[in-house]
């Protein structure tokens, strides 16, 4: 930070001013999963000959010509054929006659990636016990160093593709026709010189020349390697299948750095405290999985994925404009670089929520709801909003003569003019309203006829469906449909909220009370949650009469414990309230009620289970009676069957 006139700049350590550092993407010209696989997608790389438009290099006037030659029609053989149209409209490239040169071979197929067909327990094992033996963060760069130089030591020399920026190659070019170049070289591998992630390799041309581009001229990847002096960063270089033994080891040691860097290395690790940052990687490595086999729903994955994503995209904003910064930084400057700072500290921050285990069901929980409450209009009379394509004289004939009415078509519209004690009255139909999530005032929503035939669908662009902060809100006599949102099908975030005589079909997770929030439902149905049906936080309070749940625990996972969850899941500490009458609660995937607790407080719970009796998993009625008791628990008539796992369990967290 320099002193005087000069306007302070965010310093985010020596990884921020240096765009070679880890933690960005190694191969930024691959896709995620292209890059994780270590594979192209096909066993041998597609050729196609492509229109790219050249890059001038200082004192490479051989080059441009070279250049020109790429300028061809696009000739795909292995990928479809819409890839290399622009959407925009470009100045058109110039026509050259094409000068006689042999066109590259395929490239052939990389090693196979080994690290998706691992179990989670093996990559643990791998990564928390063979190469980073209990480190801590900011000695983690060195343990993947080590472990990658004792690979290194096996072969010196071996065929590998060297994938890498198009843009090293070419000014103008279409990505999803060129997502990154190949090249079949021989890798020479010298001592180690620097931190895993840094790698360098010497590398030449195999002959013949192989690419994944027909038409590259061979004297422009001569001229580009000597730019380089030959050398380029060894995770950019994958080995090809055929080799012997020791060159498959070299190629798993370099999917173990690259996935590591990838998916498992945040940039923050080692500028904060962690006492145990193996158990840190373990988590992600847990979540990873999780997102690959579907434990998490892929709404989920996506809003992760986007995220982790925008957050990797804004540091390297910000290594650009920094390092675009010739002299003393303008105050204009100093203001943007900041902005950039702290959108990445956000950025930051959410990404740790998501990789909280105990945020795992459904994705950070942050308040949704920003809007302020409206309260009572200042006349202090209530209008009644009837939502209705067409209306006629039948619908309102039911109404007394003093009350305001006023129609709407769309619901949203309906919601968007409600104040505190308005009713919004649906007639038969199928809606869409992205202002449920954003219910702050005490009104009733219902539908007129069957609740069957009033069907308000999600949107599945948004990330929740029908959220309430309000004292006191209402629905009855609807089906409420979710469609790609992921937060819950209803999320209760304070207040308390009734549901009466409704249908929940969920796609993600069911119905959320957050804690100090509260819930009653009544005579309603909720199916097809992945989680639980109903899920009750810590210091919430539900009561549930004569409802339906079913058919819910639908994470699609190999590992059973992930699937523990059933019809109606309660955390504890501090326990929830809940009163359950009448209800049936079947045939879900999980267990009909779970109560999860911390292991601590779980072997008290199960010790006065087991304490008198016989044998075996058999539980003395009496005494669980007593826990449930304890807990806020009030059980009435209830029937509990059919349950994957069982009726009725106390789960350990």
């Excluded at 094409?98 to 691992?118: H, Y």
Aim: glycine share 6%; aromatic share 6%; charged share 25%.
């Amino acid at each position: 930070m320099a002193s005087g006139s000069r306007p302070p700049v965010p310093e985010d350590s020596d990884r921020t001013r240096n765009p070679g550092r880890r933690g960005e993407r190694v191969v930024s010209a691959l896709s995620e999963d292209v890059a994780a696989a270590g594979t192209l997608p096909d066993s041998a790389s597609p050729v196609r000959s492509v229109v790219a438009a050249s890059r001038p290099v200082k004192g490479k006037g051989g080059r441009e010509a070279a250049r020109r030659r790429l300028q061809l029609l696009p000739v795909c053989r292995a990928e479809s054929p819409g890839d290399g149209a622009s959407e925009e409209e470009e100045e058109p490239l110039p026509s050259v006659p094409e000068e006689e040169e042999g066109e590259a071979q395929p490239l052939p197929p990389v090693c196979m990636a080994p690290m998706r067909g691992m179990w989670r327990e093996e990559k643990v094992a791998l990564y928390c016990d063979e190469v980073l033996q209990g480190c801590k963060a900011e000695d983690a760069d060195e343990a993947m160093s080590n472990y990658l130089s004792e690979k290194l030591k096996l072969k010196d020399k071996w065929l590998g593709v060297w994938k890498t920026n198009p843009e090293l190659f070419f000014l103008k070019y279409e990505e999803a026709a060129i997502p990154f170049v190949g090249i079949l070289v021989e890798a020479t591998c010298t001592p180690r010189q620097s931190s895993s992630s840094r790698f360098k390799v010497t590398v030449s041309v195999a002959e013949p020349l192989s690419s994944n581009i027909a038409n590259i001229p061979r004297n422009l990847v001569d001229e580009v390697l000597e730019e380089l002096e030959h050398s380029v960063p060894l995770l950019e270089v994958f080995p090809v299948e055929g080799q012997d033994s020791d060159t498959r080891d070299i190629a798993l040691a370099l999917e173990v750095v690259r996935f590591f860097y990838d998916f498992l290395w945040r940039d923050w690790d080692d500028e904060e405290s962690c006492d145990n940052y193996t158990a840190l990687i373990e988590e992600r490595i847990n979540l990873w999985c999780d997102i690959q086999d579907g434990t998490i729903p892929g709404p989920i994955a996506q809003r992760f994925k986007k995220t982790l994503e925008k957050y990797k995209n804004k540091r390297v904003e910000l290594i650009e404009y920094q390092n675009n910064i010739k002299e003393d930084p303008s105050a204009a400057e100093a203001v943007e670089c900041w902005k950039k700072y702290y959108e990445i500290v956000m950025l930051c921050g959410l990404l740790k929520m998501w990789e909280d285990l105990r945020l795992r069901v459904h994705g950070p929980f942050f308040p949704r709801i920003l809007r302020r409450r409206k309260g009572k209009r200042d006349f202090g009379k209530t209008i009644t909003h009837i939502v209705a394509k067409v209306m006629t004289t039948d619908m309102v004939k039911d109404f007394s003569s003093d009350t305001f009415l006023q129609q709407h078509d769309d619901l949203d519209l309906a919601l968007d003019s409600c104040y505190s004690g308005d009713t919004v009255v649906i007639f038969p139909g199928e809606y869409q309203a992205v202002n449920l999530a954003l219910l702050t005032d005490d009104i009733i929503i219902k539908g007129i006829g069957k609740r069957e035939k009033i069907m308000i669908t999600s949107e599945p662009s948004h990330d929740s469906f029908v959220v309430s902060k309000a004292d006191n809100v209402k629905l009855m006599h609807l089906s409420l449909i979710q469609q790609g949102t992921v937060d819950g099908i209803v999320v209760v975030e304070s207040g308390h909220m009734t549901l009466e005589n409704c249908i929940l079909k969920c796609e993600g997770t069911g119905v959320c009370v957050l804690t100090g929030a509260s819930l009653t439902i009544t005579d309603s149905e909720i199916t097809g949650a992945q989680g639980a049906g109903v899920e009750l936080y810590p210091g919430s309070t539900a009561i549930l009469e004569r409802n339906e749940i079913h058919h819910c625990s639908n994470l699609r996972t190999s590992d059973s414990s992930k699937s523990i969850l059933g019809g109606v899941n309660m955390k504890v500490l501090p326990a929830p309230k809940l009163k359950m009458t009448n209800n049936h609660i079947y045939n879900n995937n999980g267990y009909g009620v779970s109560i999860l607790q911390p292991t601590e407080q779980f072997f008290i719970v199960t010790d006065a289970f087991n304490k008198g009796a016989a044998s075996g998993d058999k539980k003395d009625e009496s005494r669980l009676s007593k826990v449930m008791q304890n807990m806020n628990l009030e059980m009435n008539d209830n029937t509990i069957e059919a349950n994957l796992k069982g009726d009725i369990r106390i789960v350990t967290s």
